[in-house]
C-alpha cells in the first residue's frame, strides 16, 4: 500500500505559479513511480508528469513542457509539480498517483487531489 497527500492547490492568476506536494509514504520512495494527472470539470483525467523511482528518467505532457517541472525530494518522500504561467485551462482537480517504476500505463494508488483555480 502507498499512502499519497497532496497539498497546495489554490487560487491564482492567469500567469502565476503555484507548487504542489504529495508526500508518500508506505513503501520505498525509489520503487515507485509518481506522477501527477488532472481532471477539470466535465472532462476526463489526462496526464500531466511523471517522475521515476531510482532515475532521472521524467515525462511530461505536451501542454505541461516548458511550463511545469516534476522533481523529488527523496529525503522528504515527497513529489513536486511546478507549475509557472498557468491559464484559465489549467484549472482542475490534481491528482497524485503511484505506481510501478516498469509500467508507466499502470497506478495503483492515488491521492485524494487538491484543486487549481485559475482566473483570468
Known amino acids: 500500500q502507498v499512502q499519497l497527500v497532496e497539498s497546495g492547490g489554490g487560487l491564482v492568476q492567469s500567469g502565476g505559479s503555484l507548487r504542489l506536494s504529495c508526500a508518500a509514504s508506505?513503501?520505498?520512495?525509489?520503487?515507485?513511480?509518481l506522477a501527477w494527472f488532472r481532471q477539470a470539470p466535465g472532462k476526463d483525467r489526462e496526464f500531466v508528469a511523471r517522475?521515476?523511482?531510482?532515475?532521472?528518467?521524467?515525462a511530461y505532457a505536451s501542454f505541461a513542457k516548458g511550463r511545469f517541472t516534476i522533481s523529488r525530494d527523496n529525503a522528504k518522500n515527497t513529489v513536486y509539480l511546478q507549475m509557472n504561467s498557468l491559464e484559465p485551462e489549467d484549472t482542475a482537480v490534481y491528482y497524485c498517483?503511484?505506481?510501478?517504476?516498469?509500467?508507466?500505463?499502470?497506478?495503483?494508488?492515488w491521492g485524494q487531489g487538491t484543486q487549481v483555480t485559475v482566473s483570468s
Open positions: 498517483a503511484a505506481g510501478s517504476n516498469s509500467n508507466p500505463a499502470r497506478y495503483d494508488f
Open positions: 508506505g513503501r520505498s520512495f525509489n520503487d515507485i513511480a
Open positions: 517522475s521515476s523511482g531510482g532515475s532521472s528518467f521524467k
